[in-house]
Every structure is written in structure tokens, then in C-alpha cells.
């Protein structure tokens, strides 16, 4: 049984149970029409006032844009996303476009638009994943980001390689099984204990 694919306590949609996040990359590209289809799901994500507030910067492994872009991670996970064909740094607009207020959702909103992209990877085929290890200081001196305009988190987009490709450490965690709270313990209110 591979580990990576568990068997949810309730019915879901497969694409939320198979999802997971590898440290281990083939070098096959992603086309571009899958792409396309991926930042297509996270625009219909919804968000507070329909706002919108992501921005995602993208770069292909090998392109100058790809170095700037690893250049804003953490060096731990430098190590195995500089593997991965395509590197995707997470953006927030803080205000809101019509008042200049500050935007208290615009990160929770960045994460459905993620939410949305990672479902639609995973129904391609395709892998990311997620990383809250970046420099959000570089980030906004390489790309020159506008003032309220700040990186939130990083992510890796392709096809999961082998782990064995990997160092001994991070190996591990690719092959290691998923785990997950039950319910009862995030869950108050009319749905709480599993049934």
C-alpha cells in the first residue's frame, strides 16, 4: 500500500486525500496548458469582497527568474525545491483595492486560491508543494515589490521523482505515512466526535 495514499474516515473528493507534498522531483516539464489550468483554479477561489488580493510570481527551472526566486527561500529547502521544474512565490495585496484599509483576510484568501490550485494538480497529475520557509526581505528587494505588496509563502509545482534521489533525512519524510487529527479534535459544535 503506498503511504502517501490514505483511507479518509469520510467520503471526500480523492483529489483532497491523494494530495500530498514530495521533497522528491522528476525532471519532466509541466506543459504549459496545465499550468494555465492550475493559476485558472486559484482565480475562481473565493475571497472577501472579491477582492482577489493573490499574486503569484512564476519561473521555470534553468531561467534567471527561477535563481531570483530560490535566492528568497530558506536554505534547508533550497536543497530539494532547486530540483523542482517550476517555482511559484505566493503574494498578498494587504489593503483593499476600494478603501486602502487594511485587508485582515488577504492571507486566508491567498490559501483558498492555493487550496483550489493544489486540487487542480492533483487532478492533472501533478505535485506541489507548499513552503513557509522564504525570506520575505529578499523577496521584496530582488522583484521590487510595491509598498503593501508582501511574500506569504513559496511553493514547488511538477511530478513527484524518486525519493531515493534524496538526502537520507528528507527521504524519510517522502516515504514516511500521512497523518491527520481526527476530527473530534478540530471539531466542536453540532459534528464533533467521528461517526
Known amino acids: 500500500m503506498n503511504p502517501k495514499l490514505p483511507t479518509p474516515d469520510h467520503d471526500i473528493l480523492p483529489v483532497l486525500s491523494q494530495r500530498w507534498s514530495p521533497y522528491a522531483w522528476a525532471s519532466t516539464p509541466v506543459a504549459d496548458a496545465d499550468l494555465y489550468a492550475l493559476f485558472e483554479a486559484a482565480r475562481w477561489a473565493p475571497s472577501a469582497f472579491n477582492e482577489q488580493p493573490w499574486q503569484f510570481v512564476v519561473a521555470r527551472q534553468g531561467d534567471d527568474l527561477h535563481a531570483t526566486l530560490l535566492d528568497c527561500l530558506v536554505e534547508p529547502n ?83 521523482g524518486q525519493a531515493s534521489s534524496l538526502p537520507e533525512a528528507l527521504a524519510a519524510r517522502d516515504t514516511a505515512p500521512r497523518q491527520r487529527k481526527p476530527i473530534d479534535q478540530f471539531v466542536s459544535g453540532a459534528v464533533g466526535a467521528a461517526r
Open 78 to 160: 533550497r536543497v530539494w525545491a532547486q530540483n523542482a521544474p517550476v517555482l511559484v512565490l505566493n503574494l498578498v495585496r494587504q489593503s483593499l483595492a476600494a478603501t486602502g484599509q487594511p485587508n485582515r483576510c488577504a492571507e486566508h484568501d491567498l490559501g483558498l486560491a492555493v487550496g483550489n490550485l493544489l486540487a487542480q494538480a492533483t487532478h492533472l497529475g501533478l505535485s506541489a508543494h507548499q513552503m513557509a520557509g522564504i525570506l520575505p526581505d529578499v523577496a521584496r528587494e530582488r522583484l521590487a515589490l510595491p509598498e503593501g505588496t508582501v511574500a506569504v509563502t513559496a511553493m514547488v509545482i511538477g511530478y513527484a
